[in-house]
């Protein structure tokens, strides 16, 4: 069973642009979730998508967006990017989230730099 | 509010055990993550906790959970240099959302 898989691994960016990362989840799987790393904030979350609905956001600006498809791929898209942007975006997915089981497992992320 | 805090080292000789421990304030939370991060890797779900356990023992790995202390644990018996990572405690205080919060990381050195 092949796993989360994120699209493009390595990507750099000049200020002002925008950007589109892409999320592939487990088969059968139909939540999403992002999250972006960087040494000074660590793991924080953006948003969740499930149903192709944002069902929870994090505490990011609005050039932070996401969405997800019928086959519940996921996309998010950061416009504008600014030198702090630069972060390693990791996508989650999981089967269906419930308060029972909310088990995520990870991509290995796509490394966005910002120069 | 929401916070998970982890102390950021850990040094240990290889064979022996490491604990790596955690605090959360969110009561809330079902469930409790361990996760594992090798360099330029993802995030590698290692095990999980349901609230209303103490224990979970996984193969090598045991997961204490002291849940009036909020204070949760990972015990790697026989550490080996391949365990050398950077180790997350996570906790979803959201009930049926994905919204996983992390601590910063607890960084496993394993030396001969």
């Known amino acids: 069973k092949a796993g989360v898989t994120q699209t493009p691994r390595y990507l750099i960016k000049t200020r002002g642009q925008q950007v589109t990362l892409s999320c592939s989840p487990i088969?059968?799987?139909?939540?999403v979730s992002w999250y972006q790393q960087t040494p000074g904030q660590g793991l924080q979350f953006l948003f969740e998508?499930?149903?192709?609905?944002?069902?929870n956001k994090g505490n990011f600006p609005g050039r932070f967006s996401g969405r997800q498809f019928s086959n519940s791929r996921s996309e998010m898209n950061v416009s504008t990017l600014e030198l702090g942007d630069s972060a390693l975006y990791l996508c989650?997915?999981?089967?269906?989230?419930?308060?029972?089981?909310?088990?995520?497992?990870f991509g290995q992320g796509t490394r966005l730099t910002v120069v | 509010g929401e916070d998970v805090e982890q102390s950021l080292f850990l040094s240990v000789r290889e064979g022996d055990s490491s604990v790596i421990n955690c605090t959360y304030t969110d009561s809330s939370s079902t469930y409790l993550y361990w996760y594992k991060q090798e360099p330029g890797a993802g995030l590698q779900l290692l095990t999980y906790i349901f609230s209303n356990m103490d224990m979970k023992q996984d193969q090598r790995l045991t997961v204490l959970l002291n849940k009036k202390d909020k204070h949760l644990s990972l015990r790697i018996a026989d550490t080996q240099t391949g365990d050398s990572a950077i180790y997350f405690c996570a906790e979803n205080p959201s009930g049926g959302y994905n919204k996983l919060i992390f601590g910063a990381g607890t960084r496993l050195a394993v030396h001969p």
């Open positions: 998508y499930f149903s192709e609905t944002q069902r």
């Open positions: 088969s059968g799987h139909r939540s």
């Open positions: 989650a997915s999981s089967l269906v989230p419930t308060p029972v089981n909310t088990e995520a497992f």
